[in-house]
C-alpha cells in the first residue's frame, strides 16, 4: 500500500542548513510535496516537484527527488526562528483519484 | 477570497452524541476534500467531492461518518453516535489550478474531542 515516512524531530541553530528526508513506497507518485504546519494554522504547501524531475529550487527551499530509492528532502538554507514547524512530506499516488498521502510530519526546532 | 474557512474552530461532545462539521471552500474551486488528523500523525484522506459529487471515499469513513456538499460549494462533514475515538483535527481542503498544479488550499480545522 502507500505510506510515507519521515523522522518526528529536528534541531538546528539559526543560520544553519536544515535537511528534512521523508521515504515514500508508491513508485507511481506523480507529485510530490512539502507542506508547512504552524501552530493553530492549516496546512500551508511549500514547494512539490514532478516524479520525473530530480531536484528543484526556490529561495532557501532545495528539494531533492531519488526516484530510484524513493528518497525525497527539503533542504531550508539559512534556517531562521521562523521556520519552527511541523513539516510533511506527502504524495499523489498516481491512482486516478485526487487524494494525497500525507507522512507523520517532522517538528523543525530552530534554537536561536 | 479569504481562504478556505471551517467553523466550528472547537468542539466538545459527549461520547454517543451527532456533531456537525461545515467548510466554505475558495469560491472557484471544485474539489474539495476532508481529512482527520491525530496528534503526532500527517493527515489522513477521508473523502473527496468534485462540485457536488462524493466521487472517492477512504475506507477510515465508517457508516457513522457523512458528507455531503449539496450545491457544490460549501460541504459538512456529519459524525454520528461519537466515539472518543472520533477525537481528532477535521481538515477541509479545496483546490484549483496554480500553473498546472492542482493545488490544495488548506482550512484551519476543527478540533473535535470527544468526552
Redesign the interface.
Known sequence: GEDVEQSLFLSVREGDSSVINCTYTDSSSTYLYWYKQEPGAGLQLLTYIFSNMDMKQDQRLTVLLNKKDKHLSLRIADTQTGDSAIYFCAESPNTGGFKTIFGAGTRLFVKA | DTG?SQNPRHKITKRGQNVTFRCDPISEHN?L?WYRQTL??????LT?FQNEAQ??K?RLLSDRFSAERPKGSFSTLEIQRTEQGDSAMY?C?S?GLTGD?????????TRLLVL
Open positions: 478556505v474539489r476534500y503526532g500523525q500527517g493527515p489522513e484522506f473527496y466521487l472517492e477512504s481538515l481542503a483546490s498544479l492542482e493545488t490544495q488550499y488548506f482550512g484551519p480545522g
